[in-house]
């Protein structure tokens, strides 16, 4: 077990230099630069101030020279500054964005774990029945209903026509005059939307993931075993068919692990939240190498380790795959 | 209608105005609803805040390194300029009181305001102006604004009251240039790089009206009036401008009342603000921005190259039809590139009005028949091209849609892609590798366009992309750039407008108007030629109106 652990670790440093490589070509291949931003189309940036630019960049040295470089101030975790015009340390922009991401995403992971998973075991124990079908239904509206749709509704309805919740934003303008209590009953009321639409899409996949499983084994002989020994099927249901159906979901948590990093572009934008999927997409937009390679460069990471976590979790939870 | 009818109630009492309220509660509220506001209630009352909502967070607070409007807007709180725009867009004396210009126009002398103290309260001395100007030129400040400066032969302080400003040549734009913020040289000068100071980032110090709070990337800035403000201190409170990247959000904030005030779509403007509940709450404010829409050709293009095709393609865009699909009226035709109102405007040129039959006859005089299937054809080739435009700005591609079936009523083909901006900029229009393109120029209050409209300027670089060239253009541009005399560059200007007319390397479209929307408890606001920004420290909410109490 252990050796196997260490043969992962030891790949990850290999796969992170390549997904890294693959990165840094993949940016340089679209058109325009960081200095566009500022200079596209403005009379007064002069020929003079892009070539300055391009040497206050380093873009001037040949592609292999750049790589080199970022990839030793990588080695000594340096993200460096950013390419944007505020100049900023890309590891200072992802920390004060990680966890404004984290909170939610953790937040509805909760939920969606916490909603989905009774909805498939009660859907797959009562298969074809009412509620299975209602709650199909529900889910997959979720799924395909567009978030931003929705979310604008909801900030009408709740925002502006009944006046309960804010609309957007983090904390409102008052927040640092209120009490603790009412710091965080604040930061409830601003999360409260946000967290339910992220995860009110999420919900489908996991409520059906949790349903076939537990169908495949409620089929099983061991679960007939148990009712023809005359347990309550509370009891069958509860311990023996879910606790075997919630193996899989160990993978799925392993791999949601760099999720809880990621933000979703459009939602943030909608919210006004200042997270990763916004920073990532300016980072993209104004060409900002070093911000676009440290956010994936972390994502790699977590992405790796996750999915070690995962095997090693599932390793722990089945004895056959340990012992075998 | 509640609040309404009590505003005609107190109305009553200064029946003068009354007319224009009775009109903004039956129907728009247009340019001068605000006159009438400011004697509505109370006198000017100190305390309150106003919220904005800003699409983009600001990148820095140093606008010599930033550039990104933004950041400028941001900067304009805490720091001055040695001039500055008036509302008439004349200028005017800021940190600087007044200044002389010799009579070769080689030398400016400017006379600093005396007792302006930076928000540290150490004094504003011409050594600021100094530091400036020197960090303008040095080779390791990364900004776009250098080049005016780099024009300046010497600059020298007699005293700590006086700049001395000597070019080798007059250079008209540089006097706008010394509008550029000055820096305070005792907090700045041990950074040899000012835009990784934390002076940028963290903790500005301006001389201007609002003094820094704080500043939450993605999240907020915030800024409290300086009571110490040489123009005294602003009756606003507190100015907080919230980051609210999606236009949709920005509406509902400003509808429940998260944000102050916003700038409208069109849409928003003529269908989504019509109701009573928002009349009451808010009131709108339409002028005409800087900003105008053009459709410009390749001048070498075998098609465009000849001028009596260009005129018909003039002629066959319906302007009107374009300001109303695209911006439900609310904007204005253009017939050059100087904003209507603007000193250098030359209303009295070529005008090409929507006339299909003449189009078809200038395009009979330049050889073009139609065909079988009513295409215009010339030397067995069909009048058939693509105009390119960025994606992203929705009033671009409508403008592209409507011209597109304007240009089929006369026989033109015309084809529409619309390609990813740095796309759009790097592979098509730097290489020239376009047939047409779709837009706009945003123009400031100084007249010079040397760099859009001279030879010298088509470089992949440079911005003059159609490859306009004529020689009395050019002799023109470089008259109106070397005199300080009004008279004179206007008269150089109105030529060029009368030239451009003409030969159509564009065919001026339309200028947007600018529609912004401030809850209705604000007063003092009274949109000009510059705008409404202009008087901000004069704005101010009537002490029983006040909405944000819990500072002063």
Sequence with gaps: MLRYVIRRLVVIPVMLVGISLLSFLAIHLAPGGPISVAADLNPKATAEYRERMVRYYGLDQPLHVQYGRWLVRMSTLDFGPSFAPDGRQVSDKIKERIPVTLTINVLSMGLIFLVAIPIGIYSAVRKDSWFDRISTVTVFTGFAVPTFWLALLLMILFGVKLGWLPISGLVSLEHDSLSLAGRFWDRARHLLLPVLLAGFGGLAGMSRYMRSNMLEVIRQDYIAAAKAKGLGERQVVLRHATRNALLPVITILGLSVPDLLGGAVIFETIFAIPGMGQLFYQGVMARDVPLVMGILVIGAFLTLIGNLLADVGYALADPRIRTG | MRRCLLHLAVFAAFAAAGSVILAGCAGEKKDGAGKGAAGEAGPPAYGDAIVYGSNGDISGFLTAVTSDSASHDAASYMFNGLVRYDKNLKLEGELAESWEISPDGKKITFHLRKGVAWHDNVPFTSGDVMFTYKKMIDPKTPTPYGESFRQVRRVTDPDPYTVIVEYDKP??????????????????????????????????????????????????????????????????????????????????????GGIDTMTLTPLQYSKQTETGEFRNNFRKYRYLSFVYTYLGFRLDHPFFRDKRVRQAIAHSIDKKELIDGVLFGLGREVTGPYKPGHWVYNPDVRKYPHDPAKAKAFLAEAGWKPGADGTMEKDGRKFAFTVLTNAGNESRSKTAAIIQQQLAAVGIRMEIRTLEWAAFINEFVKKRKFDALILGWSTGPEPDQFDIWSSTKTGPDELNHVGFADAEVDRLLEEGRRTFDMEKRKKAYFRIQEILAEEQPYVFLYAPEALPVFHKRFRGIEPAPAGIGYNFIKWYVPGAEQKYTSFQ
């Design chain 2, 171 to 256: 250079y008209a734009p540089a006097l706008e240039s010394w509008g550029m913020n000055i820096l305070p040289r005792h907090l700045l000068e041990k950074y040899p790089d000012i835009k990784q100071s934390p002076l940028n980032k963290s903790s500005p110090v301006g001389t201007g009206p609002y003094r820094f709070v704080e500043w939450k990337p993605g999240e907020k800035i915030v800024f409290d009036a300086n009571p110490g403000y040489f123009e005294g201190k602003p009756f606003i409170s507190r100015v907080v401008t919230r980051v609210i990247p999606d236009q949709a959000t920005l509406f509902l904030e400003l509808k429940s």
